[in-house]
């Protein structure tokens, strides 16, 4: 009784499903049971889709019900739900613990959708952004992050990427507008080569603790960027007390053509803005920087930064 009911029924199944499919070809596509009408909001041009959800792009509540109206309001809001991916390096974040957000999003196909990428954590004391962090399979899935703009990384460990530091950010170096290097490890040459890796880099800010840079290995006089980068839009530097990295990026990259500085505790600025006299703009200066505001408004500027004198402002950064 069983093995019949059970023939029964997959006889049913098949002839229904065969039936539905000659109603549908009679009818010319659309079965008369379905309705033909599609949601309003389906109807919408994705012009004007793509407008409605800019004004939601940082309300991810509802930008996820966005994602469940209909295809063209998921593909006009999903980029924005994964525009920002963060990576703690250190094991106490759970929620943003390496490599767990890299291996959900690939899960997902929705890492080249992200733009802006930042690694957190990690120390003097504590392991930084290194080579241990990957292996053939999270670093196959790290190179499909390919269409990020802007990257932050907090204490990159420069000198155990060398010399092979290209093979693990390969798919950074053409897309790449603005970088973030907070407390890089590794000597001036070997930041200034990792700078260099980046063919289309307008943005940069060097961001050191209030003992300024410490150069964790030798340097290499022979180490020399493999491009030059516009490096065109603007320039933060904190904590800069040894000057040596910028005399070097100076020569290096045959002068500097920022248009916009932020400065806060930096020696010696004036080869600096000697460098960027023809394109400098606007300089920035944190109002609770003594030797900033002394160099400034006491001293002057040197005489090949003089066209841009007035448009000094001793804002905050």
Not at 242 to 252: H, S, Y
Request: include cysteine; aromatic fraction near 12%; charge should be positive.
């Amino acid at each position: 009784m069983i093995i019949a009911t059970v023939i029964e029924l997959l006889v049913k199944r098949v002839l229904y499903r065969t039936l539905a499919r000659i109603r549908k070809i009679r009818s010319g596509g659309a079965s008369p049971e379905t309705p033909t009408h599609c949601s309003p909001a389906a109807r919408l041009p994705f012009e004007i889709i793509e407008m409605f959800i800019t004004y939601l792009k940082y309300d991810t509540p509802s930008l996820r019900a966005c994602t469940m109206t209909c295809y063209s309001w998921y593909m006009a809001a999903v980029p924005h739900l994964h525009r920002t991916l963060t990576v703690n390096v250190d094991p106490w974040d759970r929620k943003h613990r390496w490599p767990s957000p890299i291996l959900y999003m690939h899960m997902h196909g929705s890492l080249p959708l992200v733009k802006e990428f930042r690694v957190r954590g990690g120390g003097y004391f504590s392991t930084g952004f290194s080579p241990k962090l990957f292996n053939c399979c999270i670093l196959r899935q790290f190179s499909a992050l390919s269409n990020v703009q802007d990257l932050e990384i907090e204490y990159l460990e420069v000198a155990k990427f060398m010399p092979k530091i290209q093979r693990y950010f390969k798919n950074f170096l053409p897309t790449v507008r603005s970088l973030i290097l907070r407390e890089p490890k590794g000597s001036r040459r070997q930041v200034i080569y990792f700078i260099g890796l980046f063919q289309c880099l307008q943005d940069l800010e060097l961001r050191y603790d209030t003992f300024g840079i410490r150069y964790e290995s030798a340097d290499d006089s022979t180490l020399v960027p493999p491009s030059v980068p516009p490096l065109r839009g603007w320039l933060k530097l904190t904590c800069v007390k040894k000057p040596d990295i910028l005399r070097d990026m100076i020569a290096l990259f045959g002068g500097l053509r920022f248009r916009y500085i932020c400065l806060f505790d930096v020696d010696q600025m004036g080869p600096l803005l000697d460098a960027c006299a023809k394109t400098l703009e606007v300089v920035v200066l944190d109002p609770t920087d003594p030797r900033g505001e002394h160099f400034f408004f006491l001293k002057g500027v040197r005489a090949g930064s003089q066209r841009f004198r007035s448009r000094v402002f001793p804002l905050g950064l």
